[in-house]
C-alpha cells in the first residue's frame, strides 16, 4: 500500500498557503502552521500508522534535512541539468527552466513546476507515487557519493541518475514535482515545518527518543519494543505525562547512534547571564574552539570498537583515525584499568595541540589534520603539519557507560564519573576547564564578572553554563521551568558592543538563489551576498594619484544582516550598480578561489560597521578575517580611505588573537566594557533608519535572528518610538505594549553609540616627572583604596596641605553663586605660582579641576545638596544633583569657566564635565544611560542650549581619596590627564550636534546624492533632523581623557600643538 507522496505534497501546499495568514493579527494568537499540521495528522493518521506505511521513508522526506549520511551530489545546477533531459524539454521549455538562475522571484521547484504545466503527466488511479518508492530511489544516489555516511555507503550500486529520477518525475504532477525538487535539494523553503510539534503528532514520544538516539532508525526501532509499541500515539496531555515517565526506564542510548545535543540559550550579557542563572548552582567550563566529537566505544564490535560522531550527526570515523590511539590509551580499552566492560559514549572537542609552545593552536589548523571523506579541502595555502603540532581530544561529559544512562544523573556527578573514565595525557587527552560557582551566593554575580574577564584577555572563545543538579536532558525530571536542563552559553561576541569590529567596505554583490526563497518579502530583490573588499593601497589613494585597488576577503549573505539592511542594499544599490566587464572605477582581486565571483559592482562602495566573533583563516585564504561576521549599520558618513585597509586587517587580527603580555591591564580594561552592558535592566536596541541600519543575527547557525522587543521606562512609557538608544541587557522584562505607545509631548531619548573598539593595550607612561598623586604605589590600577584611608607621610613635600574628601558641581543657581565663588577664590590662592608677580598669575592657566563641573553620584564622599531638597529621599535628592549637574553643564557660565584652564576646547564651543562614581556602589553602564538621557530631555524640553561639542569622563571615586590638590598647575598638563585615565579612567559620555545631519535624518524625496550616501562630500541642502536629539557617543579609550590637559609645560608655558 505505501504512503503517497501527493498526501505529503498537500500538507506542503498548504504550510506555503498560510505565509499569508501568519501576516494577519489573528495569527499572533493562534499559528496558522499549527493548525494545518494538526488537521492533517487528524486526517491521514490511520495510513499514517499502517502496517505497510514505510515510517522511516515517510519521516526522511518530510525532513530532508535531518539525513546527514545521505549525500547526492546533485546541487540546483547540476540537478537542472537532469530534470531538462529527463523531461526530455526543448530548447524554449529549457530556458523557462532555467530562469532560477535570475532574480526572477522563482526558484528551481518554482520553474520546474512552471514548465511541466504546460505539459501535465497522466498519472492513472492506482499509480501514484509513494514515498517508500522515492526513499529507495534517494538511497541508491546517495550510495554512490563518497561524502554519504558508511551505512549510505554499504548498498552502493551502479546506478543512472537521469533513469532513477525520469521515474519519478514522469509519475508526479506539477505541483508534487516541485516538492520532490526541493526535497533533493534538502531544503522546502520558504516554508518551514513547525518541528517538535509535528514531531509530537507522528507519535508523542519521538521527540524525546529522537534526543536519545539521533536517527529516524534508531528512534522508530524504539517505538516498535515493548512496552512502548503499545502506547497509543496521541493519548491525551494527562496520559501522555504518565506514559512518557513509563517509557523514560526503557528508553537509552546505543553506540552507533548519536545522542542529540540539549538546547542553550545565549547571554547577552552578564547580567542575562546571571539573571538565567537564576541562583543555581552551575559548572562553568571553557568553551573550545574545535571539532566536537561523540565518541561511542563497543568492546563488542571487534572490527571497529570506536565510533566517532559529528556535530551534524555524520560518521567520521575514518576522518578522525588519527586520534583514535589516544583515546584508546586514556579510555583504557581493553586494558586493566578501562572502567567499563562493554560500552561507553563520551563528548569531547578535537583540539590541535603544539608542544613547542605548550598550548592550543588556531581553530583553522586542525583542517590539516582532517580530510573531509578522504579529501584535504582548503590547505592549498596552509603550511604543511610541524612534528610538534598533533590532535588532542579535550573530555567534557559523559552520556553511557556500560548499562548505566548517565544522561539521567546531574552534571555534577557525570564529572566525577569522566574523571574516572578517562586517563588525563598532557597535550593529549585532557578535561576540559571548570569553574563551579553558586549563584546564590551575593558575590555571584562579581565573580562570574571576574572570570568572564579572565577568559576575555586569555582570548578564550567563551564559556558554556551547565547547571551541576540538572540532567543532560530535562526530560529527565518533571520541573516546567523553561530554564531546566537548558546550557547558557557566554561569548564575547554575544554581548552588544563586546566583539572584534571593522569598518568595511562593501564593493560588489550577486545572486544566490539558494538565500532567495527566505527573502521573498524583499521586494526588487537583486542580490542574495556582497562582497567585502579592503584596500590594498591606501596611500596612494588618499593622496588622490592612483585608482583604489580592493582585495575581496569575504562574502556576506542573509545571515549576516538584518532584514531591514538585505533591503537597505538592494534598494541604494541599484543608483551605484555597475557591470564588472565595463567598470573602471577600481580594480578588485579574489582573495583565495573558494569565493564566488561578483556580477556587479558599486560605484560607491557601502561603508558598513562589521561585528565578528574573533577572526579566522578562511579556507585556502592566506589571511585572517572576521569569523562569524554580521553588520550591524551602514556608514553614510564615511569615505572609503576611513575603511580598514588590507594591511589594517592583518594587523587588527594579529592583536586579536595574541595573548597580551600585560594580563592585569588587559583585564581591567575589558572589566569597564562589561561594567556597561551589564548595568542596563533592558535590551534597548537601535531602531532601523534609512541610514543607520543595524541587525542582531545568529553568527553559528541559520536559526531565525533574534529579535530585541523595544524598551519602556519604569512608568511604561516607551524610549524607542523616534529614536535608538544605546545596547543593553535583557530582553525579557521589556513590556510588550511598548510598540503601541508613542512619545509625542516627552523627552526624545539620547542617540547614544556604544564604541568600544578603541581599548589601547600598550601602558602609556606619563611623562611628568613628579606625580600630582603622592599615593603612587605599585599596585594594580584602579584598585578600590578603602583600605587607604591614612595620610602619606610624603605628602609635605608637594606641597599638598589636606586630602580633598568631598567634590561639588558648579551650580548656577543665584543662591550658591556667592558660596560659589568664595570656593573658587580659596582654590585660586593655592596655586602653586609666585605670589610676587600679579602680571605673571593672570597670564597663567588654571587647573580644570577648579573649572570644569563635577558630579559625585552614589559616593561615600558626598555629592553637592540643595537646601531646600534636604527633606526629600536619598534617591529623589541624588536626581535633583544629576539636574543640578547638567544645567551647568550647558549653561554659559560653565563655558566661560574652561576658558581659564582649556582656551582651545572653549573657542571650539566644547564643554567639558567629570563624574567621580564609586565602581563598586554604581553601575557604570546605568548611570551613564541614565545621564545621557538626562541630558537629551533638557535639550529637548529647552531648558537650556546644548554646547555643539561635549564630553563627560567618567572617573572612579578612588582619585579623591588620594591626596591631591584641585588648583595644582600640572592638571592643566596633557601627561598629568594620561596618567589619571590609565588609573582612574572608566568611560566616556561625548556628543556632536553637526553629526546629527549626516547620520540620522529623514529623506523627503527619494535618495541623497551619491556624493552624500559615501561619505565623499555634503549636499548643499542639509536633511532635516529628527528634532533636536544630540549623538552621544559612549567610548572606552582612556587616552581620551587627554583632552582636559591642554599644556605640555607651565614654566615656560607651552600649549599643546593643535592642527
Given at each position: 500500500m505505501g504512503f503517497k507522496f501527493t498526501l505529503l505534497c498537500d500538507l506542503l501546499s498548504k504550510l506555503d498557503d498560510c505565509k499569508t495568514a501568519k501576516a494577519s493579527t489573528a495569527a499572533r494568537n493562534q499559528n496558522p502552521d499549527i493548525r494545518t499540521v494538526a488537521q492533517w495528522f487528524s486526517r491521514h493518521e490511520r495510513t499514517i500508522h499502517h502496517a505497510e506505511t514505510d515510517k522511516v521513508a515517510l519521516l526522511s522526506c518530510m525532513f530532508p534535512e535531518k539525513r546527514t549520511d545521505r549525500v547526492y551530489w546533485l546541487q540546483a545546477m547540476q540537478l537542472s541539468r537532469v530534470i531538462g533531459r529527463c523531461l526530455g524539454l526543448g530548447s524554449s521549455r529549457l530556458s523557462e527552466l532555467n530562469r532560477w538562475q535570475t532574480p526572477c522571484g522563482f526558484d528551481l521547484g518554482g520553474c520546474v513546476e512552471i514548465v511541466m504545466r504546460q505539459a501535465e503527466n497522466y498519472i492513472p488511479a492506482g499509480q501514484e507515487l509513494?514515498?517508500?518508492?522515492?526513499?529507495?530511489?534517494?538511497?541508491?544516489?546517495?550510495?554512490?557519493?563518497?561524502?554519504?555516511?558508511?551505512?549510505?555507503?554499504?548498498?552502493?550500486?551502479?546506478?543512472?541518475?537521469?533513469?532513477?529520477?525520469?521515474?519519478?518525475?514522469?509519475?508526479?504532477?506539477?505541483?508534487?514535482?516541485?516538492?520532490?525538487?526541493?526535497?533533493?535539494?534538502?531544503?522546502?523553503?520558504?516554508?518551514?515545518?513547525?518541528?517538535?510539534?509535528?514531531?509530537?503528532?507522528?507519535?508523542?514520544?519521538?521527540?524525546?527518543?529522537?534526543?536519545?538516539?539521533?536517527?529516524?532508525?534508531?528512534?522508530?526501532?524504539?517505538?516498535?519494543?515493548?512496552?512502548?509499541?503499545?502506547?497509543?500515539?496521541?493519548?491525551?496531555?494527562?496520559?501522555?505525562?504518565?506514559?512518557?515517565?513509563?517509557?523514560?526506564?526503557?528508553?537509552?542510548?546505543?553506540?552507533?547512534?548519536?545522542?542529540?545535543?540539549?538546547?542553550?540559550?545565549?547571554?547577552?550579557?552578564?547580567?542575562?547571564?546571571?539573571?538565567?542563572?537564576?541562583?543555581?548552582?552551575?559548572?562553568?567550563?571553557?568553551?573550545?574552539?574545535?571539532e566536537y566529537c561523540q565518541i561511542h566505544v563497543d568492546l563488542s564490535n571487534k572490527y571497529s570498537p570506536i565510533q566517532i560522531f559529528s556535530k551534524s550527526g555524520k560518521d567520521s570515523t575514518a576522518d578522525k583515525n588519527q586520534i583514535i590511539p589516544v583515546i584508546k590509551e586514556s579510555l583504557r580499552t581493553g586494558l586493566p584499568g578501562c572502567k567499563f566492560a562493554h560500552r561507553c559514549i563520551v563528548e569531547g572537542e578535537l583540539l590541535v595541540w603544539n608542544d613547542q609552545d605548550g598550548d592550543l593552536m588556531d581553530f583553522n589548523k586542525i583542517r590539516r589534520f582532517i580530510p573531509r571523506s578522504g579529501a584535504m579541502i582548503g590547505v592549498d595555502n596552509d603550511s604543511p603539519p610541524q612534528p610538534y603540532e598533533h590532535l588532542m581530544i579535550m573530555f567534557y561529559d559523559i552520556l553511557l557507560l556500560d548499562t548505566d544512562v548517565c544522561l539521567a544523573k546531574p552534571h555534577r556527578e557525570r564529572r566525577l564519573l569522566l574523571q574516572k573514565v578517562?586517563?588525563?595525557?598532557?597535550?593529549?587527552?585532557?578535561?576540559?576547564?571548570?569553574?563551579?560557582?553558586?549563584?546564590?551566593?551575593?558575590?555571584?554575580?562579581?565573580?562570574?564578572?571576574?572570570?568572564?574577564?579572565?577568559?576575555?584577555?586569555?582570548?578564550?572563545?567563551?564559556?558554556?553554563?551547565?547547571a551541576s543538579d540538572e540532567p543532560y536532558f530535562p526530560i529527565y525530571s518533571t520541573a516546567v521551568d523553561h530554564m531546566f536542563g537548558r546550557w547558557i552559553k557566554l561569548k564575547k561576541d554575544y554581548i552588544p558592543g563586546l566583539g572584534d569590529t571593522l569598518d568595511l567596505a562593501l564593493i560588489g554583490a550577486s545572486y544566490n538563489v539558494r538565500d532567495a526563497p527566505d527573502l521573498g518579502r524583499i521586494k526588487g530583490l537583486k542580490w542574495t551576498q556582497f562582497f567585502v573588499g579592503c584596500l590594498l593601497n591606501p596611500e596612494h589613494v588618499k593622496e588622490g594619484n592612483a585608482l583604489p585597488r580592493f582585495r575581496i576577503v569575504d562574502v556576506v549573505g542573509r545571515h549576516c544582516m538584518s532584514i531591514q539592511t538585505m533591503q537597505t542594499l538592494n534598494q541604494d544599490g541599484e543608483f551605484y550598480a555597475r557591470q564588472p566587464e565595463t567598470f573602471e572605477g577600481f580594480h578588485i582581486d579574489y582573495g583565495h578561489n573558494a569565493l564566488p565571483t561578483a556580477t556587479t559592482l558599486f560605484k560607491h562602495p557601502f561603508i558598513v560597521e562589521m561585528l565578528g566573533s574573533g577572526f579566522e583563516k578562511p579556507s585556502g585564504a592566506r589571511y585572517f578575517t572576521l569569523r562569524f561576521p554580521r553588520i550591524l549599520k551602514i556608514h553614510s558618513d564615511?569615505?572609503?580611505?576611513?575603511?580598514?585597509?588590507?594591511?589594517?586587517?592583518?594587523?587588527?587580527?594579529?592583536?586579536?588573537?595574541?595573548?597580551?603580555?600585560?594580563?592585569?591591564?588587559?583585564?581591567?580594561?575589558?572589566?569597564?566594557?562589561?561594567?556597561?552592558?551589564?548595568?542596563?535592566?533592558?535590551?534597548?536596541?537601535?531602531?532601523?533608519?534609512?541610514?543607520?541600519?543595524?541587525?542582531?543575527?545568529?553568527?553559528?547557525?541559520?536559526?531565525?535572528?533574534?529579535?530585541?522587543?523595544?524598551?519602556?521606562?519604569?512608568?511604561?512609557?516607551?524610549?524607542?518610538?523616534?529614536?535608538?538608544?544605546?545596547?543593553?541587557?535583557?530582553?525579557?522584562?521589556?513590556?510588550?505594549?511598548?510598540?503601541?505607545?508613542?512619545?509625542?509631548?516627552?523627552?526624545?531619548?539620547?542617540?547614544?553609540?556604544?564604541n568600544e573598539t578603541i581599548l589601547p593595550t600598550e601602558d602609556k607612561n606619563p611623562v611628568l616627572g613628579v606625580s600630582v598623586f603622592v599615593d603612587n604605589d605599585n599596585l594594580p590600577s584602579r584598585q578600590h583604596s578603602s583600605q587607604n584611608d591614612g595620610m602619606i607621610a610624603s605628602q609635605e613635600s608637594l606641597g599638598f596641605s589636606c586630602p580633598m574628601r568631598t567634590t561639588s558641581f558648579i551650580s548656577m543657581h543665584e543662591e550658591h553663586r556667592q558660596e560659589l565663588q568664595e570656593t573658587q577664590e580659596r582654590l585660586l590662592e593655592r596655586l602653586l605660582v609666585p605670589a610676587s608677580s600679579k602680571q605673571k598669575r593672570k597670564i597663567l592657566p588654571q587647573s580644570p579641576l577648579t573649572t570644569i563641573p563635577i558630579w559625585t553620584p552614589k559616593t561615600s564622599l558626598g555629592s553637592f545638596t540643595l537646601p531646600r531638597i534636604d527633606d526629600k529621599s536619598s534617591n529623589e535628592r541624588e536626581s535633583c544633583d544629576l539636574v543640578e549637574f547638567v544645567r551647568c553643564l550647558c549653561s554659559g557660565e560653565s563655558a566661560c569657566s574652561l576658558q581659564q584652564s582649556n582656551p582651545h576646547a572653549a573657542s571650539q564651543g566644547t564643554v567639558f564635565g567629570i563624574v567621580l562614581f564609586d565602581p563598586k556602589a554604581t553601575r557604570l553602564g546605568k548611570e551613564m544611560h541614565r545621564l545621557a538621557t538626562t541630558l537629551s530631555s533638557f535639550v529637548h524640553a529647552g531648558k537650556s542650549q546644548l554646547f555643539s561639542m561635549g564630553s563627560i569622563f567618567f572617573l572612579g571615586s578612588s582619585m579623591l581619596e588620594r591626596d591631591l590638590r584641585p588648583g595644582d598647575l600640572r592638571f592643566c598638563l596633557r601627561d598629568t590627564w594620561?596618567?589619571?585615565?590609565?588609573?582612574?579612567?572608566?568611560?566616556?559620555?561625548?556628543?556632536?550636534?553637526?553629526?546629527?545631519?549626516?547620520?540620522?535624518?529623514?529623506?523627503?524625496?527619494?535618495?541623497?546624492?551619491?556624493?552624500?550616501?559615501?561619505?565623499?562630500?555634503?549636499?548643499s541642502e542639509p536633511a532635516r533632523s529628527v528634532l533636536r536629539t544630540p549623538w552621544i557617543e559612549m567610548t572606552f579609550d582612556e587616552t581620551a581623557i587627554a583632552v582636559l590637559g591642554e599644556y605640555i609645560s607651565i614654566e615656560p608655558l607651552a600649549h599643546v600643538l593643535y592642527n
Open positions: 509513494s514515498v517508500e518508492e522515492i526513499d529507495r530511489a534517494m538511497a541508491m544516489i546517495a550510495s554512490r557519493c563518497r561524502f554519504s555516511g558508511p551505512l549510505a555507503r554499504q548498498n552502493r550500486t551502479a546506478v543512472d541518475i537521469e533513469e532513477t529520477l525520469s521515474k519519478l518525475y514522469r509519475r508526479l504532477s506539477s505541483r508534487d514535482a516541485k516538492w520532490l525538487t526541493r526535497m533533493i535539494l534538502k531544503s522546502y523553503s520558504p516554508i518551514v515545518f513547525p518541528e517538535q510539534y509535528t514531531l509530537k503528532k507522528f507519535h508523542f514520544l519521538l521527540p524525546q527518543l529522537l534526543q536519545l538516539q539521533n536517527s529516524f532508525e534508531g528512534a522508530l526501532e524504539m517505538l516498535a519494543s515493548d512496552p512502548i509499541n503499545h502506547f497509543p500515539p496521541n493519548p491525551d496531555p494527562q496520559s501522555a505525562r504518565s506514559l512518557s515517565m513509563i517509557a523514560l526506564q526503557h528508553m537509552r542510548p546505543r553506540p552507533g547512534i548519536k545522542v542529540g545535543r540539549p538546547d542553550y540559550y545565549k547571554a547577552r550579557s552578564i547580567k542575562h547571564c546571571h539573571q538565567m542563572a537564576n541562583g543555581r548552582r552551575m559548572s562553568i567550563e571553557r568553551k573550545y574552539d574545535g578517562a586517563k588525563t595525557i598532557p597535550g593529549r587527552a585532557e578535561l576540559a576547564y571548570q569553574e563551579v560557582l553558586d549563584f546564590n551566593r551575593p558575590d555571584s554575580y562579581h565573580r562570574l564578572e571576574k572570570s568572564f574577564e579572565k577568559a576575555i584577555t586569555k582570548r578564550w572563545e567563551g564559556y558554556v553554563l551547565k564615511r569615505t572609503l580611505e576611513e575603511c580598514t585597509s588590507f594591511n589594517e586587517l592583518l594587523v587588527a587580527a594579529e592583536k586579536a588573537r595574541a595573548v597580551p603580555a600585560d594580563e592585569l591591564e588587559e583585564r581591567e580594561k575589558w572589566s569597564k566594557c562589561l561594567k556597561v552592558g551589564s548595568g542596563l535592566d533592558k535590551y534597548i536596541v537601535r531602531s532601523p533608519s534609512p541610514e543607520a541600519t543595524c541587525s542582531d543575527t545568529d553568527e553559528e547557525t541559520n536559526s531565525t535572528s533574534f529579535q530585541i522587543p523595544q524598551a519602556t521606562t519604569a512608568s511604561g512609557e516607551s524610549f524607542m518610538d523616534v529614536c535608538p538608544l544605546i545596547e543593553g541587557l535583557h530582553e525579557d522584562s521589556i513590556g510588550k505594549d511598548s510598540h503601541d505607545r508613542s512619545c509625542i509631548g516627552r523627552p526624545l531619548s539620547p542617540l547614544v553609540y556604544t594620561i596618567g589619571i585615565g590609565r588609573d582612574h579612567f572608566y568611560g566616556c559620555l561625548s556628543w556632536n550636534l553637526s553629526k546629527r545631519c549626516g547620520d540620522i535624518s529623514i529623506r523627503q524625496e527619494g535618495l541623497q546624492s551619491e556624493s552624500t550616501r559615501c561619505g565623499h562630500g555634503m549636499t
